[in-house]
């Protein structure tokens, strides 16, 4: 049995089921399912060859755990809309990675101290003599004497600065909500479904999750056609 995280506290065994439903008229349009300990990102492949039948995306709702995914990078790089919620920074009441000014056109990041770094690949390293000597230190990092502080550059970071100026606006929280109703089919998929697999083997499993995923959109079609 694979086993693979949620959170720190929360694991999920076996197999993850993963769907992609269109938003106008709530039918899924693809779906999959992966060993749990992939990573999520992953599950983009089948879902986007599934979805790019139906013709071409204009924006992608998705969850975190696909935003490093090679569908989302290339959305975003051809300019269409990626709507998810940003990676929350944390680190244990210290600065977090919010309080550093990252300059994505100089490829710079500027500490809250004023020490002001190249970015030179994934990681922002501030030279250990400089942090000895800054009166923050302390508040910003538990790094062993001699050492500085560190700060990770997301390979979609201009998308990541995109998402959380997004998420402080009304406008932004209320698209995020617009992917609800994804949560509402994988909840339903899941009651009807059961939280066990019935099959061994991928294969066996996605085409269940397909049988799932029909019965879901014959009660969107029903919605559809009497609200019309
Ligand atoms: S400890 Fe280092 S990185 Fe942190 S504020 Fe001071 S100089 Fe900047």
Redesign the pocket.
């Known amino acids: 049995m694979r086993h693979g995280r949620k959170s720190r506290s929360t694991t999920i065994k076996g197999f993850k089921r993963f769907i992609a439903k269109e938003l106008d008229h709530q039918l899924i349009l693809g779906v999959t399912v992966q060993p749990a300990n992939q990573p999520e990102r992953d599950a983009d492949v089948p879902l986007r060859k599934q979805v790019q039948r139906h013709g071409d995306v204009e924006a992608l709702y998705i969850d975190r755990g696909f935003l490093a995914s090679a569908w989302t990078v290339e959305a975003h790089a051809a300019g269409k809309r990626v709507i998810c919620r940003p990676w929350t920074p944390r680190n244990r009441g210290l ?1 977090t990675k919010r309080e ?1 000014a990252i300059d994505l056109a100089a490829q710079t990041v500027t ?5 002001k770094r190249d970015i030179k690949g994934r990681t922002v390293r ?2 250990g003599s ?2 000895a ?5 302390a ?3 538990r790094a062993k004497p001699g050492r ?2 560190t ?1 990770s550059i997301h390979p979609s970071e201009a998308l990541m600065q995109q998402l959380t100026v997004a998420k402080t606006t009304p406008e932004g929280r209320a698209e995020l909500r617009m992917r609800v109703p994804v949560e509402h089919s994988l909840a339903h998929i899941c009651n009807r479904q059961g939280r066990r697999a019935r099959y061994v083997g991928i294969e066996h499993n996605v085409f269940d999750l397909c049988r799932y995923a029909f019965i879901e959109n014959c009660f969107a079609a029903d919605r559809f056609e009497r609200a019309a």
């Open positions: 600065f550093f500490c809250p101290a004023g020490t501030f030279p400089v942090c000597a800054c009166p923050q230190r508040l910003c990092t500085g502080r700060i």
